[in-house]
């Protein structure tokens, strides 16, 4: 199935994921300009009422950037709703989402038809993140448009499963719009998403290291120094799983290898909670993929890195096939 029409603008088949304090309109401005999908989570506008402006700002450049590129227009952008029922800003940060006509949905943890009902009303689509196939039927049960496998490896609130076999599985009985996550780093390893069957390739942690990204140097440093070793799955920092920088875990005081187990039911997303719960400014998350990472760079060299990488690759597999 080919991808709707809202995607055709992209000059790189990427998203750049929703990044917790870390994305905001400068990193997903410049991810857009240099032709991928950018995002944030709507959370990350404190207070709730900067939402609205972060929204007018990007559309207003976004549209900016259009009327004088006509032949290279922007990608266009996505939000992220965190669907869990501690989230009290769901509701009105869907409003503000509604009010804007922001083009793309992320919605995570959880999927609510009420939430697709109001993005299709004005033509938007939802995208949701799913860590196995039980939950990705779920999603499409409740009106999802596309879906993003959330496999082994990948940043934030992962999974377990191989991309092998969650996109294999997914594949079996949907065929739209797809993402894959789990280690994504290189130009290879987004046509690699895509011979596995994916669209698109859904990346989260070398966007950390740029230049416009809302994260502490240290923070973008530990990303570039870091490897695949140095990531740690636990569900210590929030109650559900993710992965997390070790190196950042030692700083905070704790033993990597002798973190207490948390209590998912104290899981909370809300803005009172979030400013509260220090622990995402010290514990850092990460995914697999980092080893690729080796300098910090200005957002749009990370990407046009990437579609370099993705069109050298694309090449090579077409000389050899």
Not at 290 to 296: L, M, Q, R
Request: some cysteine; charged content about 20%.
């Amino acid at each position: 199935m080919s991808l709707p029409p809202i995607f055709d603008t992209l000059r790189a088949p990427i998203v750049a994921a929703p990044l917790f304090i870390i994305s905001n309109p400068d990193l997903l401005l410049a991810e857009c300009k240099a032709g991928i999908i950018g995002s944030f989570p709507a959370l990350n506008a404190r207070p709730a009422e900067m939402l609205d402006e972060w929204l007018t700002r990007i559309n207003e450049e976004l549209d900016a950037y259009n009327q004088a590129n006509p032949d290279q227009p922007a990608a266009p952008y996505a939000v992220n709703q965190i669907v869990h029922r501690s989230n009290e800003r769901l509701w009105p940060d869907v409003e503000t989402c509604v009010k804007h006509k922001v083009p793309i949905i992320i919605s995570s943890l959880g999927a609510r038809e009420e939430l697709n009902d109001a993005i299709h009303a004005y033509g938007g689509i939802v995208l949701h993140d799913v860590i196995n196939d039980r939950f990705a039927r779920k999603a499409i049960e409740k009106g999802a448009d596309g879906l993003i496998a959330v496999a082994a490896g990948a940043g934030g609130h992962a999974g377990t499963t191989s991309p092998f076999a969650l996109i294999q599985e997914i594949r079996e009985w949907f065929d739209g719009p797809l993402l894959l996550s789990g280690s994504i780093a290189t130009g290879d390893a987004v046509l690699a998403a895509q011979v596995l069957g994916a669209d698109l390739a859904y990346i989260g942690s070398p966007f950390i290291a740029t230049e416009e990204a809302n994260a502490e140097a240290a923070y973008k440093q530990m990303i570039v120094e870091s490897h695949a070793d140095d990531v740690l799955y636990t569900n210590y920092c929030a109650g559900v799983h993710g992965n997390y920088l070790k190196p950042s875990i030692v700083n905070s005081g704790l033993d990597p290898s002798d973190l207490p187990e948390a209590d998912p039911s104290k899981m909370k997303f809300t803005s009172s909670g979030s400013e509260k719960h220090k622990t995402w400014k010290h514990i850092w998350g990460s995914g697999q993929g980092i080893g690729a990472v080796k300098e910090i760079v200005p957002a749009a060299n990370r990407v046009a890195e990437l579609t370099e990488q993705y069109e050298a690759a694309l090449g090579r597999m077409r000389r050899t096939g």
